[in-house]
């Protein structure tokens, strides 16, 4: 089954505590990237990758780290979380065809951050 | 700045209604569009790509007006199982690295 998967899908942490979202794909996808999401502001990019070792910030990178050491992952690094990272974070990928009116983003299921 | 709003929301609606929702985006350079629905909590799943000669997919109706930079999308005859949020989405890059969301328009569709 096609499907992009996301661990852990919740987590409570605590301010400075180092920690990682992980982000698979299994369609052999080029392009992933990760967004948060919070009330009334929709999604928002925070890195995306087109393709291993090529990674790029989004609309809000502060504050993040990614990786794409191999093309199936993508994880999600915060070095020192804060409170504000709060958030529902969103793994996604697309095949990138290159004909954009039909690339179609698939979506992870969600990792739900608290930091307190 | 980049932007891509939508009607504010939330919509209550009587099923069996027709529903429009509309969408407004700031970069007339933009690729590409699109419709997701998200249920609560859950992620957003693809409802339907849009087309500058619009498109259907039964009961959904999709428009582009690229002069106005204007989307919409029509939901004729509303079931109960619609009730989700509707997400606008604008692909700004050639090869899907600058997806843009809007903020999302809440539906509700009441017995």
């Known amino acids: 089954e096609a499907q992009v998967t996301q661990n852990p899908r919740y987590l409570i942490t605590v301010t400075g505590k180092k920690l990682t979202v992980t982000c698979s794909q299994n369609m052999n996808h ?6 948060r999401q919070d009330p ?3 999604l928002r990019q925070i890195y995306y990758s087109m393709n291993v070792e090529v990674t790029d910030k989004g609309d809000v990178p502060e504050g993040y780290k990614v990786s794409r050491k191999e093309k199936r992952n993508f994880p999600l690094i915060l070095e020192s979380p804060s409170p504000n990272q709060t958030s529902l974070y969103f793994c996604a990928s697309t095949e990138a065809s290159g004909r954009a009116s039909t690339d179609t983003q698939y979506f992870g299921p969600g990792t739900r951050l608290t930091v307190l | ?21 509309n969408c407004t985006y700031s970069n007339s350079a933009s690729q590409s569009f699109f419709w997701y629905r998200q ?3 859950k992620e957003p799943k693809l ?3 849009v087309y500058s000669s619009g498109n259907e997919d039964g009961r959904f109706t999709a428009q582009l007006n690229r002069a106005s930079q204007y989307i919409s999308l029509l939901i004729r005859d509303s079931k109960l199982s619609d009730s989700a949020t509707y997400l606008c989405v604008v692909n700004e890059g050639w ?11 809440r539906l509700s569709v009441l017995p």
């Not at chain 2, 090869?95 to 328009?105: A, D, I, L, R």
């Open chain 2, 1 to 21: 700045r980049k932007e891509v709003e939508q009607d504010p929301g939330p919509f209550n609606v009587p099923e069996g209604a027709t529903v429009a929702f």
């Open chain 2, 39 to 41: 249920d609560c909590r």
């Open chain 2, 95 to 105: 090869y899907g690295q600058n997806f843009v969301f809007g903020p999302g328009t």
């Open chain 1, 40 to 42: 009334g502001l929709g």
């Open chain 2, 47 to 49: 409802l339907m790509s």
């Open chain 1, 30 to 35: 080029e392009y992933m990237s990760w967004y």
